[in-house]
Every structure is written in C-alpha cells, then in structure tokens.
C-alpha cells in the first residue's frame, strides 16, 4: 500500500532544491556506499564503514519499523528481517520507487507500507513504532527541523523503542576535502548541478544530540565517512 502525503511550504530556500536533486539523483544514489564520487579519494573508508553500518544494521529492529528519509532503501535487507512491519516513507518518488523494488527482490515487501511524502507533514500514529531508522536526513536540517524530528520520533516512538542513527561523520579526512557546515554544490553524473544544506557530526556532538533529545546510547561506530548509533529512550 502507498499512500500520499501533501506538500506544504517549507522555511528553507534550498528545500525544493534538496527535494529535486535526491529524486533526480535516486538511480545512481547507492554509489556513495562503494565509494564512487566520494567527499574524499578513500574509497576503502566508504566501503568499510558501509559494512560495519550493515552488520549493525542486522542487529537492529523490532515490531514495527520506521524508515524515515529511507531513501533507495539500502539498509533495509539489513534489519527488515528482525521486523513484523516496515513503514518506508521518503518525499522522493524515484527513491521510493527503487525502494519498492528492493524490497520486493528481497521477498519481503508483504510487510511494508509506503508513504510518498514529507515525514513533517505525515500524520503518523502516536507511540505506534517500536523501532526506526533515520538515514542521512540529520545532517540536511537546520536547528528548528532536528528539534522537529525529535519531538515528532518521541511522540511516534513508543516509550522503549530504539533508534538507530546513520549519517556522515566529521574525520580528519573529511576535513581536508569539506566544510563542516554549509551550503554544497553535488554534480549529479549528467552534469546538473544543485545546491544542499549539508553537516557533518563529530562523535562529541552527536553523544550530545542524543542526550539533549533524551536518548540513551547503546551502541556507537564512528567511521571515516560514516557514523552510526542506535539509541533508546
Ligand atoms: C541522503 S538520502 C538518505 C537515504 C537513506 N536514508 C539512506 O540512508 O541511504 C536522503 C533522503 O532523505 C529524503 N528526504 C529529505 N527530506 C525529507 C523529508 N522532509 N521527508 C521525507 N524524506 C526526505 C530524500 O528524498 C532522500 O531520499
């Protein structure tokens, strides 16, 4: 089942920006995890933290599942098998659309709804999720949207739920390649150009991130490229 959430206007000048290029950007998204068009030139680094994220990812799940931003679904055979239900929601319709098909190839698309739309404006059912997954969406939203996403995930989240954080770390080799903050210009393979908000985390903020939101940390890999953390309340 796919439902469909309305648009609504957003704070940002860049968000119709990020929204347009991740959809056009959809089919050739799962590269970054083997390293191609890498932020810096250690394709190592992307493929190893992509493999560690994965076997933690296999550790993670339960009940019902949120994937929040999920994107082309790339964690999904991780953890999906742990789940009864999996919710996919992204506003991207070409990313949800590859993410359809991996789940279908995977055999496991009976347990899943997706919902095509911005995960501000979906209504989604109070303490009705035992577990989720936000992928990659933290480190594109301004202070007012992170403290949204929190509040929205703890009235969602039911109250021992786990959460599981993925998103781009801030390395000493990052550094020698990005700004930590920003606004980034992404070159898609076709030569188009957009322009995104992008952060990167230092471990020290993301442990305070979590405690600032009231989540207690159980698990943290911290990467070149990637971090990763699940977390409860
Ligand atoms: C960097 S990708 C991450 C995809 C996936 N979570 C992963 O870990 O591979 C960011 C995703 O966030 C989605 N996204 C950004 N803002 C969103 C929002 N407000 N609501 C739903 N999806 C959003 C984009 O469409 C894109 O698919």
């Not at 279908?104 to 303490?127: P, V």
């Not at 577990?131 to 039911?158: C, D, T, W």
Request: charged share 30%.
């Amino acid at each position: 089942m796919t439902y469909i959430i309305e648009p609504k206007l957003k704070d940002s000048e860049f968000w119709d920006e990020m929204e347009q290029y991740y959809d056009e950007r959809a089919s050739e998204y799962d590269h970054v995890y083997s390293g191609e068009g890498p932020a810096f030139p250690d394709q190592n680094a992307y493929k190893k933290d992509a493999r560690q994220i994965s076997s933690m990812a296999e550790r993670f799940g339960r009940g019902s599942l949120v994937d929040i931003a999920c994107g082309t679904g790339f964690w999904f055979p991780h953890y999906s098998a742990n789940c009864d239900r999996v919710t996919l929601l992204d506003q991207s319709k070409n990313m949800l659309a590859c993410c359809r098909k991996r789940a279908e190839k995977t055999g496991l698309s009976d347990k899943c709804t997706f919902i095509l739309g911005d995960f501000f404006e979906a209504k989604l059912q109070s303490d009705s999720f035992d577990s989720a997954v936000v992928g990659f969406l933290l480190s594109h939203l301004n202070p007012n949207y992170e403290l949204m996403l929190f509040q929205i995930l703890s009235r969602i989240m039911k109250p021992d739920a786990e959460l599981l954080i993925i998103d781009s770390a801030w390395s000493k080799q990052r550094s020698l390649h990005r700004q930590k903050t920003g606004i980034q210009k992404r070159v898609l393979n076709d030569g188009r150009e957009f322009c995104i908000p992008k952060r990167y985390f230092s471990k020290e903020e993301i442990y305070e991130l979590l405690k600032r939101n009231d989540f207690r940390i159980s698990e943290l890999y911290f990467g070149n490229a990637f971090l990763a953390v699940i977390a409860v309340r």
